[in-house]
Antibody
Framework: QVTLRESGPAQVEPKQTLRLTCSFSGFSLSTSGMSVSWIRQPPGKALEWLGRIDWDDDKNYNTSLRTRLTISKDTSRNQVVLTLTNVDPVDTATYYC????????????WGQGTLVTVSS | QSALTQPASVSGSPGQSITISCTGTSSDVGTYNLVSWYQQHPGKAPKLMINEVTKRPSGISNRFSGSKSGNTASLTISGLQAEDEADYYCCSYTGTSTYVVFGGGTRLTVL
């Protein structure tokens, strides 16, 4: 059974760094073709893909966040970490991690999401 | 403004069929058969309904079907049921540095 779960702070102050962890089970990020993406959704708004990390440590980021976003993985702990620097209130959103097959670009399993509010 | 264009809302009565469109460009929907659709109920995570334009994952009802023509992909739901009421998002790979784009979402109301 594949599960993913996001964890991290519920609130972050502007200009600070947001760090979220995606802990997963039921699959291995060392399996060829496997990938984990981060996707966010501001309250009442649409989904936005942020970036991904693949089984071979290849990474792709949304152009709009490339200078602030880093995604890393700890394969042995089955975790993927999102780091977003210099956050702004517009970064307030529910953040999801999702499993993705790297070649097919669809997200077949999602975490429940974690709401992060950027506010002082 | 989202990269893929969806109608803000659609509605239908139980038993009817509805279609949700998703219009992109030749850089995404028009070139790649990597369109997926997600259903999202309020307060819940999105759920994959269709991948690679027409494929239904295991466990998804055959009332849900996907298609594509040119730069526009479509999701059709037949035999509408009350539990289909949700937001629906399309998604596509794009052969640009953006990689993945979502639509703005469509609110389906079952009357």
């Amino acid at each position: 059974q594949v599960t993913l779960r996001e964890s991290g702070p519920a609130q972050v102050e502007p200009k600070q760094t947001l760090r979220l962890t995606c802990s997963f089970s039921g699959f291995s990020l060392s399996t060829s073709g496997m990938s984990v993406s981060w996707i966010r959704q501001p309250p009442g708004k649409a989904l936005e893909w942020l970036g991904r990390i693949d089984w071979d440590d290849d990474k792709n980021y949304n152009t709009s966040l490339r200078t602030r976003l880093t995604i890393s993985k700890d394969t042995s702990r089955n975790q993927v970490v999102l780091t977003l620097t210099n956050v702004d209130p517009v970064d307030t959103a529910t953040y999801y991690c999702a499993r993705m097959w790297a070649a097919w670009y669809y997200f077949d399993y999602w975490g429940q999401g974690t709401l992060v509010t950027v506010s002082s | 403004q989202s990269a893929l264009t969806q109608p803000a809302s659609v509605s239908g009565s139980p038993g009817q069929s509805i279609t949700i469109s998703c219009t992109g460009t030749s850089s995404d929907v028009g070139t790649y058969n990597l369109v997926s659709w997600y259903q999202q109920h309020p307060g819940k995570a999105p759920k994959l309904m269709i991948n690679e334009v027409t494929k239904r994952p295991s466990g998804i009802s055959n009332r849900f079907s996907g298609s594509k023509s040119g730069n526009t992909a479509s999701l059709t739901i037949s035999g509408l049921q009350a539990e289909d009421e949700a937001d629906y998002y399309c998604c596509s790979y794009t052969g640009t540095s953006t990689y993945v784009v979502f639509g703005g979402g469509t609110r389906l109301t079952v009357l």
